[in-house]
């Protein structure tokens, strides 16, 4: 598929994997993608594929140089769903010089035991391949030590690696301006929350470094290929990596027979009261927690509470603050809630669990004895105007 000038898609689609990383849900699949810059002097091929789509994949580059043979191949990532095609291709194209920079080498050993011809690249080298001149950045811990983005400053393309990347396979054409973009932008918050959402800080400096590039057109290693949202893209992985969120509140609890969730859902409807309009609520057991992450990264409020569980948190909602505390997240409220019914743990462990989160605490945590009474429902009602409060500040 062509996307400008000599340069074209061939990456493929994969609607067959569950999980991503064997941890995240794929409701619309994922796409591996990969870029072939046909240049009337060299062949430069970006990244390659899971090894899985090869034969697929080594067609899709025939369709587009026939018998030529392929000059380099850019190593953007090595993850190994970018990566994994690398030892075949150089099997096929035994010529290829490979191109990455000091740390890629380490990785292509030690995964593939590939050798030969290799161009090492520092930040800010360039490589004339014909027509197309193209410049290497490095972006480390974005989201691996060895990620580096390639920009072709003919075409004005950044091949982006998985930086702007999101879940989703594509769908017949791959330019955003080509396609309905709905499913893909909470695809991407999901993708940056659960997978690069750490690294905030590594992810301001990369945007700091190509906001001088005069980019036409952003090439990801997953999902669309971005024209015409480019300023879209750009600011929500400024804001995602800055913590910057938006006025709603996450309510997220676990349960066992009810009775909690009788609290969230007191706490929601106070919530909701007091104008706030943006509330979601997340049984901890029901729903994958990678959807939980990803709107906690959309919202400024958190409110968890669950069931004291062998003297400890309920195990759901031990899991879900654990990745929360993973992702060390900034500028949020949380307030939070917890019941029991013959030894009390949950409100203990949650207040312990707050501290390790940098998180702004607002109201007083309720703790509630086997079922909601008036007196429960009150202190809840209480947290919920509490939240509400903090976040109308915000306004
Ligand atoms: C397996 C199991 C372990 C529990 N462990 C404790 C406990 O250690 N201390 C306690 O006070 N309640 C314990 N409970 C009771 C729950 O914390 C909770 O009060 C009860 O499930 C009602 O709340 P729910 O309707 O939200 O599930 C336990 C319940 C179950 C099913």
Not at 251 to 274: H, K, P, V, W
Not at 294 to 312: A, E, P, Q, W
């Amino acid at each position: 598929m062509k996307l400008k000038g000599n340069v074209h898609y061939v990456g493929v689609n994969d609607r067959n994997k569950h999980l991503f990383e064997n941890l995240w849900p794929l409701p619309y699949g994922v796409s591996y993608n990969s870029y072939l810059i046909a240049d009337e002097e060299k062949v430069v091929l970006v990244d390659t594929v899971d090894v899985c789509y090869f034969e697929l994949y080594l067609k899709k580059i025939r369709n587009v140089i026939g018998d030529r043979k392929i000059d380099y191949l850019i190593i953007n990532h090595m993850e190994p769903d970018h990566s994994g095609s690398l030892a075949l291709i150089k099997q096929h194209y035994p010529d290829i010089i490979l191109v990455g920079n000091k740390k890629t080498f380490d990785m292509v050993e030690g995964y593939y035991g590939v050798t030969g011809e290799r161009l090492v690249v520092a930040d800010g080298d360039s490589l004339n391949v014909g027509h197309h001149k193209l410049n290497f950045y490095l972006i480390p811990m974005v989201h691996w030590p060895e990620t580096m983005v390639t920009f072709d400053s003919t075409e004005g393309i950044l091949f982006a690696g998985d930086a702007f990347g999101c879940f989703g396979a594509l769908n017949g054409g791959c330019i955003d301006k080509d396609i309905n973009t709905d499913i893909y932008w909470n695809e991407m918050r999901r993708y940056y929350s659960n997978i690069v959402g750490k690294f905030g800080n590594p992810v301001q400096k990369a945007l700091q470094k190509c906001s001088g590039l005069d980019i036409k057109m952003i090439c990801s290693t997953h999902g669309p290929v971005w024209e015409e949202n480019i300023a879209k893209v750009v600011d929500m992985y400024d804001k995602m990596s800055r913590y910057e969120a938006e006025e709603g509140v996450v309510i997220a609890y676990g349960t066992m027979y009810g009775n909690t969730e009788e609290m969230a859902e007191t706490i929601a409807e106070e919530l909701s009261a007091q104008g706030i309009r943006n509330i979601v609520m997340y049984n901890v057991s029901h729903t994958h927690h990678s959807f939980i992450l990803s709107d906690i990264f959309k919202y400024k409020g958190l409110i968890v509470g669950c069931t004291t569980y062998n003297m400890n948190l309920y195990p759901e909602m031990e899991a879900l603050l654990s990745k929360v505390a993973a992702r060390e997240m900034k500028n949020r409220y949380m307030g939070y809630f917890g019941s029991f019914t013959w030894a009390s743990a949950a409100v203990k462990k949650l207040c312990e669990c707050s501290q390790k989160l940098n998180f702004e605490l607002v109201g007083e945590p309720v703790e509630m004895k086997q079922s909601m009474k008036a007196d429960s429902c009150q202190k809840a009602k209480e947290l919920a105007r509490a939240m509400a409060e903090r976040l109308k500040a915000d306004r």
